[in-house]
């Protein structure tokens, strides 16, 4: 390890190695027959083929808004500032992906629904996350995020669902069967492709159809019925399919429309802005990535208990939520000191997997660094370096003793990588 002259997170968790839960494929009437298959152990996600891939393929390159010029600083001055961003020297603050909370309520009180929306940094697209509520989260527990409402409100869930994807949200909001029916209203109905049908049992046990496979159309009043109700013949996790189907379905429609005045409430704050931004662009549509466990003992043919899959949800992550910040990750300072002309959106994603928040961007003081260096502050961040090494493969530690207010750690980008020039930079220092 090297001492650095004067020119950072907590451990990176342990991944699962359990594969991820995925959802049986629609229409075959497999979902019917789970409750009874004890050694059935995963469900989860729909597949949405060439329009998802569509999707993915449309999320515009990384851009950062504001680039507000930073001066590496001791002890609060400022050095050296430059404003010149193809300049050595020049760094940029990096503005996190924008997120919001959106918890659905039933009347009673009870949470069914759990999305995490996120805009793309030009307010533009984004990303919808479907979590079951039933999920398990460390926080004040282990607890499912339905008991974390129930106990501690939006409040709590927001700590927990935080805690579970490791960012920090920036928004929250909850949404009734009525503020559904409101925020569909002006559509006049939405049109879905239920891909079962959807059957209740009463207290007798017997059953009956409340919403038949098929295409079908929701008038503004069934919208959150048919996300939240729970279906008798198939497990809770499965409700994830037709949330999915609405948002979907409704965000497709407004963005046919073209009419920001088709949603409801101020365009700018709050929900109506998130939705508003997601509809004029593409959006990603993901459910969580679980791993099933055991079911519980009383109860053993009764529903697997979820917990995130930490392999699955470190690779989903940098998609959905590029630029993800809070949660306890690391600050992340990362510098081109190869003359790439810009860094790289390969390195971006690689740090984004590797649980960095990424937060001042921009070129090193010269262009001549031969060894790509990995430089910490704190004593206490020395494990966080390795871990960036080793997602590297390259480059040496660096202990500094200098002062950092708003990084944990510094990478500067070396020849040792043998990373493609840009011909160019790209705003905010980002190189394709």
């Known amino acids: 390890m090297t001492m650095a002259p004067p ?3 907590p451990a990176t968790h342990q991944a699962r190695r359990s594969g991820p839960v995925t959802l049986p494929p629609r229409g075959t009437g497999e979902r019917a027959l789970r409750r009874a298959r004890r050694t059935r152990r995963n469900a989860a996600k729909a597949v949405w083929g060439a329009a998802l891939v569509a999707c993915i393929v449309a999320i515009p390159v990384l851009s950062y808004v504001g680039f507000r010029t930073v001066f590496e600083s001791r002890e609060g001055q400022a ?5 010149d961003d193809a300049a050595p020297g020049y760094e940029a603050l ?3 992906t924008e997120t919001m909370l959106v918890a659905g309520v039933g009347d009673d ?5 759990v999305v995490v929306l996120a805009l793309n940094s030009d307010g533009v697209g984004g990303a919808a996350l479907f979590m079951p509520v039933d999920m398990f989260t460390a926080v004040y527990g282990p607890r499912q995020l339905a008991e974390l409402y129930l106990s501690g409100g939006l409040d709590q869930l927001g700590v927990g669902v935080g805690a579970g994807l490791s960012i920090g949200l920036t928004e929250a909001t909850e949404v009734t069967p009525q503020r559904w029916a409101e925020l569909v209203a002006p559509l006049g109905s939405l049109t879905v492709d239920n891909p079962d049908d959807v059957v209740v049992a009463d207290e007798s046990g017997a059953t009956r159809v409340v919403f038949p496979a098929g295409e079908i159309e929701l008038a503004p009043d069934e919208v959150a019925a048919f996300m939240d109700v729970r279906d008798a013949t198939s497990f809770d996790v499965d409700r994830l399919i037709r949330q999915e189907l609405v948002w979907e379905a409704w965000l497709t429609t407004l963005g ?5 005045g088709l949603v409801p409430g101020e365009g700018d704050v709050g929900l109506a802005r998130f939705v508003q931004g997601l509809a004029s662009g593409p959006v990603v549509f993901e459910t969580m990535p679980l791993v099933a466990g055991d079911p519980p003992l009383d109860d053993p043919l009764a529903e697997p208990q979820y917990t995130a899959d930490e392999v699955g949800l470190a690779d989903l992550l940098p998609r959905i939520i590029p630029l993800a910040a809070g949660g306890g990750r690391p600050r992340l300072r990362l510098l081109d000191g190869a003359g790439l002309g810009g860094v790289p959106q390969s390195m971006v994603e ?3 997997r590797a649980g960095a928040a990424l937060t001042v961007i921009g070129n090193a003081g010269n262009f001549d660094y031969e060894t790509t260096q990995i430089i910490y502050y704190d004593p206490r961040e020395q ?3 390795e871990a960036f090494l080793a997602a590297l493969g390259a480059g040496e530690i660096v202990f500094s ?3 950092h207010d708003v990084v944990d750690v510094t990478i500067i980008l070396g020849a040792d990588l043998g990373l493609p020039l840009s011909g160019g930079p790209t705003p905010g220092g980002l190189s394709e």
């Open 401 to 403: 003793d200098s002062t």
């Open 79 to 83: 050095i050296n500032p430059v404003t």
């Open 7 to 9: 020119e950072g997170p």
């Open 383 to 385: 494990v966080q370096a």
């Open 256 to 260: 046919a429309l073209g009419d920001p």
């Open 350 to 352: 690689l740090f984004g």
């Open 109 to 113: 009180g009870v949470l069914n629904e």
């Open 94 to 96: 990096v503005d996190a």
